[in-house]
């Protein structure tokens, strides 16, 4: 039997807007009656809604009490409906199936190819200077009526992402918020670049050397700040020149046309060798302790069942995720750590969420 119940003190004292106070309801009763109308029977009701008997005649009781009408009586060997359980079969069936379906998971195919929809993807330059054209590329391919809105990260608060105006949300996680959802995509980490021709190239690394280039870091913030700022600052190897420009894909135009050299995420760079060295480019291994970091995926729960949103994020992280995109791929396992939240390991599809909150 369909479980529409719904708890008396969900409606105790509530007002249905102009009426008095809604008296306790059981949606059980609704069911009950579209049946009893359709067969005309208490035994036939009884088998379709798996109950005995005894209890579909209590229930067709608690129907007559609660219409005030007796809605079936006795003629002959069955039943008839009366006046008004005529006036009631259409209605009740109407209104049964509609709770049904408002109480049940949502069905059906989606269609990508009807959605209209625009969906807002907050990423720093570097994912949107790599993944933009291929994305938009794949998206109006299968939703022609999807539009993409590529949003700033001025700053990495959550609140975007809770008020509903980022749906996504691509990035390293700095983020304390409990509920998001979490998907890691790929690892990544710091390298070098500097120019073809540059001393630093020559042989290994050193050092001394990096400490005697002259340095063009990325800093949103316009700061000599970030993990490898500290890093070189931590080793007494902070350059006496340098300079700091907004973004990574600044800092390799520069290196490309001075004696500079930089530190950039590896994503950041071409798939390939050559086409970095087509830019007089060309990367090195930094002569200084780094560890690798993962870059995830970020929702709010809100959007965690939603077909339109599953496609969408689906669709990003597999154009990231792929093999031609060339990225050392997160774990299947999707393990996270969420600064605060402790380390969680997500189920088989890698989806992490720290715990349920209010």
């Known amino acids: 039997m369909c479980k529409l119940l ?55 009781k608690r129907l007559r ?14 039943l008839v409906p009366t006046p008004r359980a005529i006036e009631l079969r259409e209605r009740a069936h109407v209104v049964a199936r509609e709770a049904k379906s408002l109480l049940s998971p949502a069905r059906g195919t989606f269609d990508t190819a009807s959605l209209v929809r625009t969906f807002t993807l907050r990423a720093n330059a570097a994912f949107i200077e790599r993944f933009s054209v291929s994305l938009i590329t794949a998206i109006r391919g299968q939703a022609p009526g999807v539009n993409l809105r590529f949003a700033p990260k001025p700053s990495k608060t959550v609140e975007p992402l809770r008020d509903g105006e980022i749906d996504l949300e691509i990035g390293v996680i700095e983020t304390n918020a409990p509920e998001l959802m979490i998907r890691g995509l790929f690892e990544d980490r710091f390298v070098g670049v500097a120019p073809h021709d ?39 190897l902070a350059p006496p020149f340098y300079t700091v420009v907004p973004t990574f894909a600044d800092a390799l135009r520069i290196v490309a046309g001075t004696d500079h050299v930089t ?79 402790g380390l969680a390991q997500a189920p088989e599809s890698g989806l992490v969420q720290t715990h349920d909150t209010d």
């Open 6 to 60: 719904l708890h008396q003190a969900l409606f105790r004292n509530r007002k249905l807007g102009y009426g008095e106070p809604m008296s306790d309801i059981d949606l059980n009763l609704l069911v009950a009656l579209d049946v009893l109308l359709e067969e005309q029977s208490v035994t036939a009701a009884a088998k379709r809604l798996r109950l005995s008997p005894s209890a579909m005649s209590r229930t067709l």
């Open 65 to 78: 009490d609660t219409t005030g009408d007796p809605l079936l009586v006795r003629a002959g060997r069955g």
């Open 198 to 236: 540059h001393p630093i190239l020559t042989g290994d690394a050193t050092q001394a050397h990096l400490a005697s280039c002259r340095l063009v870091l990325a800093s949103p913030n316009g700061e000599f700040s970030g993990p490898m700022a500290s890093t070189l600052q931590a080793l007494g």
């Open 263 to 341: 530190i950039v995420p590896d994503s950041c760079l071409p798939d390939t060798s050559r086409e970095l060295e087509s830019r007089s480019l060309k990367r090195f291994t930094l002569p200084v302790p780094t560890r690798p970091f993962r870059i995830s995926a970020l929702w709010h729960p809100r959007w965690n069942a939603d077909p339109a949103h599953r496609w969408f994020r689906e669709s990003v992280m597999g154009l990231v995720r792929a093999p031609e995109a060339g990225l050392a791929q997160a774990p299947e396992s999707g393990l996270v750590q969420a600064p605060g939240a």
